[in-house]
């Protein structure tokens, strides 16, 4: 193009340089074809120029389009992200929900079986006539002079019952006290493996996780069927996570999710096993829940 407009500059400046006697036809023909060209060039950089604004401007809309896209993008990965968040935080409450209603569930069953024997020695009573005998005719034991008495141990629902309170008010001491104690006269009973767990999660409360895993492997032995084993199978995941010892809490939220796929901690394993960047097991039989 360059050029191109050189020469047609050239040429004009030659004709202009002619001496002006009678032109001939030649040159006249020429001179119009110097026009002509200059028209086209005229036309071409008009039509050039009107391309680039063109061009220009499809560039500025599709630096706007990337940009509006990248940004829908990212308002989406904060949703995303939010969601996730929100729905973590639902099933944490959730749980807790239904942890507080297990709990008031045993302090149901525990005060039914109060009344139960309760009842039960009211009937005995009734059916003792003889004077200085106990029920079902057994002659009462007198107490030797000098002998020391015996302590009476209170009854299971009240120890439980105490414990649970005392860990509900943070009274962690006093309660891991309780509990053992419940463990020590009553562990074949229907609320020791929530005991067991309690001990566990006092113990994960105050930051030894490495004595509350203890706990829960207990419970998860011990009392498998427990409605406390597959919360004992959760929360050891988590101490395993404080101790840094993730491979270690993906098996057991893992095996967790495998052995009981449709509980609320099942959910729980799957939104940390998320966090951590691992995948989880494939559905498993559900068992005993």
Not at 2 to 16: D, E, I, Y
Request: hydrophobic share 35%; glycine share 6%.
């Amino acid at each position: 193009m360059k050029k191109f407009r050189a020469s047609v500059v050239l040429l004009a400046a030659f004709l202009m340089a002619v001496p002006a006697f009678p032109v001939s036809k030649e040159i006249i023909q020429l001179q119009t074809q110097v026009q002509a060209l200059q028209d086209q060039m005229t036309q071409m950089r008009e039509s050039f120029d009107e391309r680039m604004g063109v061009m220009k401007n499809l560039i500025e809309q599709s630096t706007d389009n990337v940009n509006k896209v990248s940004a829908a993008v990212n308002s989406l990965n904060q949703q995303v992200q939010k969601s996730q968040q929100d729905t973590g935080t639902h099933t944490e409450q959730l749980s807790g929900q239904i942890q507080a209603l297990n709990d008031s569930v045993d302090e149901l069953k525990a005060r039914l079986n109060k009344i139960g024997q309760q009842l039960d020695a009211m009937q005995n009573q009734q059916q003792n006539i003889t004077p200085g005998t106990q029920p079902g005719g057994q002659p009462v034991q007198q107490a030797q002079p000098g002998s020391a008495p015996q302590a009476a141990v209170p009854p299971p629902d009240v120890i439980y019952n105490n414990a649970l309170r005392d860990y509900n008010s943070g009274n962690y001491d006093i309660a891991s006290q309780e509990f053992g104690d419940y463990l020590k006269y009553y562990q074949n009973t229907d609320l020791a493996g929530n005991a067991q767990f309690y001990l566990g999660d006092i113990d994960y409360h105050q930051g030894n996780f490495a004595a509350a895993i203890k706990s829960y492997d207990a419970v998860i032995q011990q009392y498998p069927d427990g409605n406390k084993a597959a919360a004992a199978q959760l929360k050891k995941g988590y101490a395993l996570i404080e101790l840094g010892q993730k491979q270690a809490a993906v098996r057991e939220l893992n095996a967790l999710i495998t052995r009981y796929p449709r509980s609320i901690e099942a959910q729980q394993a799957k939104d940390r096993l998320r966090k951590l960047g691992s995948s989880t097991a494939s559905k498993g039989a559900p068992h005993g829940y």
